[in-house]
T-cell receptor
């Protein structure tokens, strides 16, 4: 079964600085998708960024980018120019293809942004 | 506005009293799913549905039921709730095409005493 590991339960960053959140996963599949979701205090799950495993190019969305290392099964999220509104729980998720199509989530990293 | 809605948002109930959490999406998505979120465990899938009248168990289905009689609705039923079902519940939907993002509802905070 696929597993997703986020080794940093909590992280903090100064406003305007850059922070990287780590995620590793375990799978025997070759074709899959990876996501980062943000959960602010409102509890809403918000998609931050998505990566297709067959693409070598790392995905970027404005201040958010990923470092996808397929061989190492690593999928880290970099947040540049951190803003107070970035403070939230961040979840890394693996998309199981076929069958249940479920998202397998890591346990999350709580990001604090200090002014 | 494209969205997934859930009701109620908060619910406190007692052990054994049947309850239903409703979920509705207006994006014509084929796929719908229920997750529960517990501290330190992330989100885990309870049930999912690939289309109308097609449902199947996820990783933690015990104590839950679902139905999919219409494409837009996917209610979660707890026939006899127990305290270990106290949790934050999310409904999600997506198109079936591979790798598309799941859109989440706002969550339902359930407390069973």
């Amino acid at each position: 079964a696929q597993t997703v590991t986020q080794s940093q339960p909590e992280m903090s960053v100064q406003e305007a600085e850059t922070v990287t959140l780590s995620c590793t996963y375990d799978t025997s599949e070759s074709d899959y998708y990876l996501f980062w979701y943000k959960q602010p205090p409102s509890r809403q799950m918000i998609l931050v960024i998505r990566q297709e495993a067959y693409k070598q190019q790392n995905a970027t969305e404005n201040r958010f980018s990923v470092n996808f290392q397929k061989a190492a099964k690593s999928f880290s999220l970099k947040i540049s120019d951190s803003q107070l509104g970035d403070a939230a729980m961040y979840f890394c998720a693996y998309n199981h293809q076929g069958g249940s199509e479920k998202l397998v989530f890591g346990k999350g990293t709580k990001l604090t942004v200090n002014p | 506005e494209a969205q997934v809605t859930q009701n109620p948002r908060y619910l406190i109930t007692v052990t054994g009293k049947k309850l239903t959490v409703t979920c509705s999406q207006n994006m014509n998505h084929e796929y719908m799913s229920w997750y529960r979120q517990d501290p330190g465990l992330g989100l885990r899938q309870i049930y999912y549905s690939m289309n109308v009248e097609v449902t199947d168990k996820g990783d933690v289905p015990e104590g839950y039921k679902v139905s999919r009689k219409e494409k837009r609705n996917f209610p979660l039923i707890l026939e006899s709730p127990s305290p270990n079902q106290t949790s934050l519940y999310f409904c999600a939907s997506k198109v079936l095409a591979g790798g598309r993002e799941q859109y989440f509802g706002p969550g339902t905070r359930l407390t069973v005493t």
